[in-house]
């Protein structure tokens, strides 16, 4: 019988704390999806598990295919069957015979595996603007497994985070925070009722921004020092982080040219022989 974690995980018996849950930052993006690879093909091949025990979770909607799109290529070469829900298997099943299963958190919720592996969990460092949001998000992934998960990322926002849970750790799970007064919950749920009402449709939030900017853009709109670094500073980063992902998808797919290209010579040279 486990005994009950914060944060709604539970370690199994025989498990140590370590083991159960890995925060893991990398240099690159190179680094991170091969080792990401090779720890899966551990899993498989050393440790007894099948490829259906395995769910790989990505946070951000958006990154879905990009960001996989090297490890699903990776685990096709290493003869691991993985699978895109929704895509590769039909739309009400999650899993897909023995198969890896990867997929955005979204499609996670409702389904557990004994590994779960969350991937690019440094982007939890870009939603400055929504930062509960994007810790929950992180959160909800992490609480897919059913013994073991596996953080990873890449670049000094994986660095913070691992540091974060570190301290975490080091405090035996326990969380320090200041509850705010009854006077100031009142003027924070009042202020959001009557200022700030809240719109979920990414469709018309997508709009918004854009017609910001482009007030912005035209002098009609100004931003304080402190709104123009904040805003100055997320751009950058995503640039940083799509710039990432067009080079790994790129590279993914100059890999899959030279292999068909040297399958391509090698036939050639067989009907060289025959002829």
């Given amino acids: 019988m486990g005994r009950a974690l914060p944060g709604g995980l ?3 018996s025989g498990i140590s704390i370590d083991d159960q849950i890995v925060f893991k930052s990398f ?3 190179e680094e991170h999806d091969a080792w990401v690879v090779e720890s899966i093909k551990r899993n498989i091949t050393e440790e007894g598990m099948q490829a259906r025990d395995i769910m790989v979770i990505i946070p951000e909607l958006q990154l879905l295919y990009a960001g996989t799109a090297v490890i699903r290529e990776k685990l096709k070469k ?5 699978h895109m829900v929704g895509e590769d298997n039909p739309q009400d099943e999650f899993w897909n015979g023995d198969s890896v299963a990867i997929c955005n958190l979204f499609k996670a919720r409702s389904n557990e595996a004994p590994m779960v592996y969350v991937i690019d969990a440094h982007t939890s460092f870009f939603s400055k603007f929504d930062a509960a949001k994007a810790r929950n998000l992180l959160y909800s992934a992490m609480t897919r497994s059913k013994a073991w998960v596996r953080v990873s990322g890449f670049g000094k926002e994986m660095d913070s985070l691992v540091s974060e849970y570190e301290r975490i750790k080091s405090k035996g799970f326990k969380l320090d925070f200041v509850y705010p007064t009854r006077h ?5 749920v009042y202020r959001e009722a009557r200022d700030e009402p809240i719109v979920s449709d990414p469709l018309y939030l997508r709009k918004t921004l854009a017609n910001t900017l ?7 709109v100004e931003l304080d020092e402190d709104q123009y670094f904040r805003l100055k500073d997320w751009i950058e980063r995503k640039e940083e982080y799509y710039n990432e992902l067009r080079d790994r998808a790129e590279g993914c797919e100059e890999g899959s040219l030279e292999e068909d290209g040297g399958e391509d010579e090698g036939e050639g040279e067989g009907e060289g022989e025959d002829e």
């Fill in 10 to 12: 539970e370690k199994p």
């Fill in 27 to 29: 240099g690159s993006v």
């Fill in 78 to 82: 290493e003869k691991i069957f993985c």
């Fill in 184 to 188: 100031n919950v009142l003027r924070l």
């Fill in 214 to 220: 482009e007030s912005i853009r035209l002098g009609k």
